[in-house]
């Protein structure tokens, strides 16, 4: 891979990545911590199929719970997608965690559970 100008990973690192189904919905990903702050990622797809994309800097400690928020709902009236985190230990092994979902609601927010 260093040929075309890449490098391989050499230290852990995790990936959370949100997807969904639906067409001109607008979802965001949301951290929360063990005092109830959220952490919105920076990238945000306004409309689509995301993704949205939050990468765990090295050291830092992981947010508590995974959230998704619906903001605006397309013509379907629903969201489905999924939170997929993507783990990497450093040395080439990576662990996909899926955790799917349905949203019924604009403003409505559903819980994926803890980070680990």
């Not at 965690?97 to 980070?115: E, Q």
């Amino acid at each position: 891979m260093t040929a075309v100008g890449g490098t391989f990973a050499t230290k852990p690192s995790t990936r959370v990545i949100l997807t969904w189904e639906t067409d001109e919905s607008d979802l965001d990903l949301r951290f929360l911590d063990a005092k109830g702050w959220a952490t919105f990622p920076r990238s945000d797809a306004q409309r689509g199929y995301g993704p949205e994309l939050f990468p765990l800097e090295d050291g830092k400690v992981p947010p508590q719970r995974v959230e998704v928020h619906q903001v605006r709902r397309g013509p379907s009236g629903y969201a489905l997608g999924k939170v997929t985190i993507v783990r990497h230990d450093g040395q080439g092994a990576l662990v996909f965690d899926d955790r799917p979902f349905v949203i019924m609601s604009d403003g409505a927010a559903v819980m994926l559970g803890a980070l680990k």
